[in-house]
């Protein structure tokens, strides 16, 4: 009788700490499942947790969070319309064309001598595809002197004219050719009216790329009308597209 009481005492002495060692077990658990981070909570992955936006300070730079700035993010704006906006001054040299009232009045033996303009330049161009443009060019200065010696000196000049042309990159430049045609208005000190002039002449372009939305460069032409007439420019480039679309 003392051997099965004994026995059974210690059945339930097994089965008691059986049961304790699970109560623990099954407390470790839920602390290790407490204390151990997810990727949905504390990580914050944008693939993973889309409720809070990860690097809420929008300046981390760690790669695959959905703020953070992308690699060549600059140039992803080719959705945009393609076009550029050049401002510079241009100066203009016009051979010996007098106006018909100092050719009346100048003496036999005698040449009327050219004059130069100064102008202010605006143009904006268009890519018709990769490598062809065109672009619209105003001029307007030569705000010159009423009180000049010399009847074939412009003091107003007013222009209007259209390019089509071609351009290409070489490194850190971009050359391009074109032709422009248009049509000009200046006056001068000692005629009432004003005169219009057609303009048609070749030009060269080179410029350099500051940035990739930023040139310098420099423009030379000369008329296929009027022989001995030139042009000459500086200009700043600002393009909507990144080094104007030509480096994808």
Not at 19 to 39: K, M, N
Not at 105 to 127: H, K, N, V
């Amino acid at each position: 009788m003392s051997t099965r009481i004994a026995h059974l005492v210690a059945g339930v002495l097994v089965a008691a700490s059986a049961h304790v060692a699970q109560a623990e077990d099954d407390d470790d658990t839920d602390v290790a499942t407490e204390s151990t981070p997810t990727w949905s909570t504390d990580m914050d992955l944008c693939c993973v947790n889309h409720e809070h936006p990860p690097c809420p300070d929008g300046e981390s730079e760690v790669v695959g969070y959905r703020r953070c700035t992308r690699y060549g993010a600059w140039g992803s704006n080719l959705l945009d319309p393609d076009m550029f906006v050049q401002v510079g001054m241009n100066i203009r040299h016009f051979a010996a064309h007098a106006p018909m009232s100092a050719a009346r009045s100048t003496m036999p033996g005698t040449t009327a001598r050219g004059d130069d303009a100064l102008l202010f330049d605006e143009r904006i161009g268009y890519p018709l595809s990769r490598g062809l443009f065109m672009a619209f060019d105003f001029e307007l200065g030569n705000f010159a002197n009423p009180d000049s010696k010399h009847s074939n000196d412009r003091d107003f000049v007013l222009d209007g004219l259209i390019s089509l042309g071609a351009r290409g990159g070489l490194g850190p430049f971009s050359l391009g050719a074109e032709i422009a045609g248009g049509v000009m208005q200046s006056s001068f000190p000692r005629q009432a009216n004003e005169q219009t002039d057609g303009l048609l002449e070749a030009r060269g372009r080179a410029e350099l790329w500051l940035a990739p939305w930023f040139t310098v460069g420099g423009a030379i032409g000369a008329s296929l009308i009027d022989r001995g007439d030139w042009m000459a420019g500086v200009y700043l480039g600002v393009h909507t597209w990144a080094y104007a679309g030509d480096r994808y």
